[in-house]
Protein backbone atom coordinates (compact mmCIF):
# COMPACT_ATOMS: atom_id res chain seq x y z
CA UNK A 1 0.00 0.00 0.00
CA UNK A 2 1.06 3.22 -0.87
CA UNK A 3 0.65 6.87 0.82
CA UNK A 4 1.55 8.82 -2.43
CA UNK A 5 3.20 7.50 -5.04
CA UNK A 6 6.63 7.59 -3.53
CA UNK A 7 6.62 5.92 -0.41
CA UNK A 8 4.88 2.77 0.61
CA UNK A 9 3.11 2.85 4.38
CA UNK A 10 2.24 -0.68 4.70
CA UNK A 11 1.52 -4.25 2.85
CA UNK A 12 -0.89 -6.85 2.51
CA UNK A 13 -1.14 -10.19 2.45
CA UNK A 14 -3.51 -12.66 1.84
CA UNK A 15 -3.35 -16.27 3.25
CA UNK A 16 -5.53 -19.16 2.29
CA UNK A 17 -5.72 -22.22 4.16
CA UNK A 18 -6.01 -24.99 1.11
CA UNK A 19 -5.60 -28.14 3.49
CA UNK A 20 -9.49 -28.22 3.81
CA UNK A 21 -9.92 -28.37 0.09
CA UNK A 22 -6.95 -30.98 -0.89
CA UNK A 23 -8.32 -33.01 1.95
CA UNK A 24 -11.62 -33.17 0.11
CA UNK A 25 -10.20 -33.85 -3.17
CA UNK A 26 -8.02 -37.03 -1.48
CA UNK A 27 -11.19 -37.89 0.48
CA UNK A 28 -13.23 -37.69 -3.49
CA UNK A 29 -10.32 -39.37 -5.26
CA UNK A 30 -10.86 -42.38 -2.44
CA UNK A 31 -14.54 -42.52 -3.05
CA UNK A 32 -13.95 -43.14 -6.69
CA UNK A 33 -11.42 -45.53 -6.60
CA UNK A 34 -13.58 -47.59 -3.74
CA UNK A 35 -16.66 -47.08 -6.07
CA UNK A 36 -14.36 -48.86 -9.27
CA UNK A 37 -13.30 -51.35 -6.72
CA UNK A 38 -16.67 -51.89 -6.05
CA UNK A 39 -17.85 -52.64 -9.86
CA UNK A 40 -14.97 -54.32 -10.13
CA UNK A 41 -15.12 -56.99 -7.27
CA UNK A 42 -19.10 -57.37 -8.40
CA UNK A 43 -17.72 -58.18 -12.08
CA UNK A 44 -15.47 -60.65 -10.88
CA UNK A 45 -18.32 -62.32 -8.98
CA UNK A 46 -20.62 -62.50 -10.88
CA UNK A 47 -18.30 -63.83 -14.33
CA UNK A 48 -16.81 -66.51 -11.63
CA UNK A 49 -20.70 -67.58 -10.73
CA UNK A 50 -20.71 -68.95 -14.54
CA UNK A 51 -17.97 -71.06 -14.12
CA UNK A 52 -18.87 -72.69 -11.05
CA UNK A 53 -22.51 -73.11 -12.21
CA UNK A 54 -21.18 -75.25 -14.98
CA UNK A 55 -19.11 -77.34 -12.49
CA UNK A 56 -22.35 -77.22 -10.53
CA UNK A 57 -24.42 -78.55 -12.99
CA UNK A 58 -21.87 -81.59 -14.24
CA UNK A 59 -21.52 -82.67 -10.06
CA UNK A 60 -25.17 -82.81 -9.70
CA UNK A 61 -25.36 -85.01 -12.68
CA UNK A 62 -22.50 -87.42 -11.56
CA UNK A 63 -24.67 -89.81 -9.92
CA UNK A 64 -27.19 -90.82 -12.78
CA UNK A 65 -24.74 -90.38 -15.62
CA UNK A 66 -21.53 -91.82 -14.10
CA UNK A 67 -21.69 -94.58 -16.57
CA UNK A 68 -22.76 -92.52 -19.85
CA UNK A 69 -19.55 -92.29 -22.31
CA UNK A 70 -20.79 -88.78 -23.56
CA UNK A 71 -21.22 -87.31 -19.71
CA UNK A 72 -17.81 -88.08 -19.25
CA UNK A 73 -16.49 -87.34 -22.52
CA UNK A 74 -17.86 -83.48 -22.39
CA UNK A 75 -17.02 -83.33 -18.62
CA UNK A 76 -13.32 -84.29 -19.33
CA UNK A 77 -13.43 -81.87 -22.48
CA UNK A 78 -15.30 -78.77 -20.35
CA UNK A 79 -14.56 -78.69 -16.64
CA UNK A 80 -11.08 -78.16 -17.16
CA UNK A 81 -11.39 -74.83 -19.13
CA UNK A 82 -13.87 -74.01 -16.46
CA UNK A 83 -11.50 -73.98 -13.94
CA UNK A 84 -9.06 -72.75 -15.64
CA UNK A 85 -11.28 -69.68 -16.46
CA UNK A 86 -11.32 -69.52 -12.40
CA UNK A 87 -8.01 -69.12 -12.42
CA UNK A 88 -7.70 -66.46 -14.76
CA UNK A 89 -10.34 -64.47 -12.56
CA UNK A 90 -8.20 -65.55 -9.13
CA UNK A 91 -5.26 -64.37 -11.58
CA UNK A 92 -6.91 -61.02 -12.32
CA UNK A 93 -7.91 -60.34 -8.61
CA UNK A 94 -3.90 -60.68 -7.36
CA UNK A 95 -2.79 -58.40 -10.38
CA UNK A 96 -5.12 -55.46 -9.24
CA UNK A 97 -3.36 -54.84 -6.31
CA UNK A 98 0.39 -55.55 -7.98
CA UNK A 99 1.91 -53.30 -5.11
CA UNK A 100 0.94 -55.62 -2.57
CA UNK A 101 1.68 -59.15 -4.79
CA UNK A 102 4.76 -57.81 -6.95
CA UNK A 103 7.64 -59.54 -5.70
CA UNK A 104 10.79 -57.04 -7.75
CA UNK A 105 13.82 -58.81 -8.80
CA UNK A 106 16.30 -57.97 -11.52
CA UNK A 107 14.91 -58.96 -14.92
CA UNK A 108 16.32 -58.87 -18.25
CA UNK A 109 13.73 -57.69 -20.87
CA UNK A 110 15.37 -59.46 -23.91
CA UNK A 111 15.08 -63.10 -23.23
CA UNK A 112 11.86 -62.34 -21.60
CA UNK A 113 10.40 -61.36 -24.43
CA UNK A 114 11.65 -63.71 -26.83
CA UNK A 115 10.39 -66.65 -24.23
CA UNK A 116 6.76 -64.75 -24.56
CA UNK A 117 7.09 -64.32 -28.40
CA UNK A 118 8.15 -68.19 -29.06
CA UNK A 119 4.49 -68.98 -26.77
CA UNK A 120 2.15 -67.14 -28.28
CA UNK A 121 3.25 -67.06 -32.04
CA UNK A 122 1.38 -69.96 -32.62
CA UNK A 123 -1.71 -69.45 -31.49
CA UNK A 124 -1.32 -66.06 -33.45
CA UNK A 125 -0.30 -68.02 -36.51
CA UNK A 126 -3.98 -69.82 -36.45
CA UNK A 127 -5.19 -66.58 -36.69
CA UNK A 128 -2.89 -65.61 -39.59
CA UNK A 129 -1.09 -63.02 -37.79
CA UNK A 130 2.84 -63.10 -37.14
CA UNK A 131 4.93 -61.66 -34.66
CA UNK A 132 7.87 -59.97 -35.29
CA UNK A 133 10.53 -59.39 -32.19
CA UNK A 134 12.92 -55.95 -32.78
CA UNK A 135 14.97 -56.34 -29.97
CA UNK A 136 18.94 -55.85 -29.22
CA UNK A 137 20.56 -58.77 -27.31
CA UNK A 138 22.64 -56.36 -24.66
CA UNK A 139 20.29 -53.94 -22.70
CA UNK A 140 20.17 -52.73 -19.49
CA UNK A 141 18.04 -54.24 -17.08
CA UNK A 142 15.26 -53.13 -15.17
CA UNK A 143 13.97 -54.03 -11.93
CA UNK A 144 10.48 -55.46 -12.10
CA UNK A 145 7.61 -58.47 -10.93
CA UNK A 146 8.40 -61.41 -13.91
CA UNK A 147 5.10 -62.68 -13.80
CA UNK A 148 3.64 -59.26 -13.84
CA UNK A 149 5.61 -58.52 -16.84
CA UNK A 150 4.40 -61.20 -18.80
CA UNK A 151 0.75 -60.19 -17.56
CA UNK A 152 1.47 -56.85 -19.29
CA UNK A 153 3.07 -57.71 -22.65
CA UNK A 154 0.57 -61.10 -22.96
CA UNK A 155 -2.26 -58.73 -22.94
CA UNK A 156 -0.61 -56.02 -25.27
CA UNK A 157 0.22 -58.72 -27.19
CA UNK A 158 -3.22 -60.25 -27.40
CA UNK A 159 -4.78 -56.57 -28.04
CA UNK A 160 -3.10 -56.47 -31.01
CA UNK A 161 -3.34 -59.68 -32.36
CA UNK A 162 -7.20 -58.95 -31.80
CA UNK A 163 -7.01 -56.06 -33.57
CA UNK A 164 -6.30 -57.31 -36.77
CA UNK A 165 -9.53 -60.71 -37.53
CA UNK A 166 -7.73 -60.72 -41.36
CA UNK A 167 -4.43 -61.31 -40.12
CA UNK A 168 -1.30 -59.39 -40.20
CA UNK A 169 1.73 -58.44 -38.71
CA UNK A 170 2.25 -57.40 -34.91
CA UNK A 171 5.61 -55.76 -34.56
CA UNK A 172 7.58 -55.62 -31.20
CA UNK A 173 10.15 -53.31 -30.82
CA UNK A 174 12.93 -52.58 -28.16
CA UNK A 175 14.75 -49.43 -27.50
CA UNK A 176 17.29 -48.27 -25.18
CA UNK A 177 17.29 -44.99 -24.78
CA UNK A 178 20.26 -43.07 -22.55
CA UNK A 179 19.41 -40.05 -20.25
CA UNK A 180 21.90 -37.26 -19.96
CA UNK A 181 19.94 -36.27 -16.76
CA UNK A 182 17.80 -39.03 -14.48
CA UNK A 183 18.23 -42.50 -15.49
CA UNK A 184 18.00 -44.03 -18.30
CA UNK A 185 15.07 -45.63 -19.86
CA UNK A 186 13.95 -48.82 -22.10
CA UNK A 187 11.09 -48.25 -24.63
CA UNK A 188 9.35 -51.35 -25.69
CA UNK A 189 5.80 -50.74 -28.84
CA UNK A 190 3.61 -53.18 -29.93
CA UNK A 191 2.46 -52.22 -33.21
CA UNK A 192 -0.75 -53.62 -35.01
CA UNK A 193 -2.13 -52.75 -38.20
CA UNK A 194 -5.74 -52.75 -36.92
CA UNK A 195 -8.21 -50.30 -37.61
CA UNK A 196 -6.69 -48.27 -34.43
CA UNK A 197 -8.64 -46.72 -31.59
CA UNK A 198 -11.09 -44.30 -31.60
CA UNK A 199 -10.76 -40.81 -30.81
CA UNK A 200 -14.01 -40.98 -29.14
CA UNK A 201 -13.08 -43.60 -26.69
CA UNK A 202 -9.35 -43.07 -26.40
CA UNK A 203 -9.90 -41.45 -23.22
CA UNK A 204 -12.00 -44.69 -21.72
CA UNK A 205 -9.49 -47.05 -23.06
CA UNK A 206 -7.92 -47.89 -19.82
CA UNK A 207 -11.32 -47.63 -17.71
CA UNK A 208 -11.80 -50.71 -15.46
CA UNK A 209 -15.01 -52.09 -17.41
CA UNK A 210 -14.84 -50.43 -20.77
CA UNK A 211 -14.33 -52.43 -23.61
CA UNK A 212 -15.43 -52.01 -27.68
CA UNK A 213 -15.20 -55.85 -27.87
CA UNK A 214 -18.19 -57.88 -28.27
CA UNK A 215 -16.59 -60.74 -25.60
CA UNK A 216 -14.81 -59.40 -22.67
CA UNK A 217 -14.24 -57.94 -19.35
CA UNK A 218 -12.63 -54.58 -20.10
CA UNK A 219 -10.17 -55.17 -17.92
CA UNK A 220 -6.99 -56.05 -19.90
CA UNK A 221 -5.61 -52.79 -20.67
CA UNK A 222 -6.77 -51.47 -16.56
CA UNK A 223 -4.92 -54.04 -15.20
CA UNK A 224 -1.76 -53.23 -17.86
CA UNK A 225 -2.19 -49.85 -16.00
CA UNK A 226 -2.09 -51.01 -12.95
CA UNK A 227 1.33 -53.16 -13.34
CA UNK A 228 2.93 -50.43 -15.28
CA UNK A 229 2.30 -47.94 -12.09
CA UNK A 230 3.82 -50.32 -10.15
CA UNK A 231 6.88 -50.70 -11.92
CA UNK A 232 6.95 -46.83 -12.24
CA UNK A 233 6.44 -47.38 -15.80
CA UNK A 234 4.85 -45.40 -18.25
CA UNK A 235 2.26 -46.92 -20.61
CA UNK A 236 0.43 -45.16 -23.30
CA UNK A 237 -1.97 -46.30 -26.43
CA UNK A 238 -2.01 -43.90 -29.76
CA UNK A 239 -2.51 -43.70 -33.42
CA UNK A 240 0.44 -45.84 -35.82
CA UNK A 241 -0.66 -44.16 -38.47
CA UNK A 242 -3.48 -41.41 -39.64
CA UNK A 243 -3.56 -42.89 -43.02
CA UNK A 244 -2.98 -46.60 -42.69
CA UNK A 245 -4.50 -47.35 -39.05
CA UNK A 246 -2.90 -49.35 -36.73
CA UNK A 247 -1.85 -48.51 -32.96
CA UNK A 248 1.28 -48.68 -31.02
CA UNK A 249 0.93 -49.74 -27.49
CA UNK A 250 4.04 -47.86 -25.81
CA UNK A 251 5.71 -48.98 -22.20
CA UNK A 252 8.78 -46.84 -20.72
CA UNK A 253 10.80 -48.42 -17.68
CA UNK A 254 13.22 -46.77 -15.85
CA UNK A 255 16.42 -48.76 -16.32
CA UNK A 256 18.53 -49.88 -13.47
CA UNK A 257 21.96 -48.05 -12.85
CA UNK A 258 24.67 -50.40 -14.40
CA UNK A 259 26.27 -51.37 -10.74
CA UNK A 260 22.65 -52.72 -10.05
CA UNK A 261 22.37 -54.79 -12.77
CA UNK A 262 25.12 -57.26 -12.96
CA UNK A 263 25.38 -59.29 -16.72
Known amino acids: ?32 HLAIMARFYAGIAHEIRNPLAA ?6 MLPDRFDDPEYRDTAVRLLPMEVSRIVRLADRLRLMAPSEGGR ?6 SP ?5 VAI ?8 QVKIEL ?66 AVRAK ?19 CREIADFHRARLALFPRSILDGGTIAEVEFPCLPSESAPT
Open 1 to 32: MRCDEKHISGALVVVTDLSAVKALERNQRRVE
Open 104 to 109: LSVVSV
Open 205 to 223: IFDPFFTTKTSGTGLGLSI
Open 55 to 60: ISNFIA
Open 112 to 116: LLHDI
Open 134 to 199: RCPDELPKIQGDPGQLVQLFVNLIKNAVEAMPDGGTVTIEVDHSPSRVGSDSIVIRVLDEGTGIDP
Open 120 to 127: HSPTAQEQ
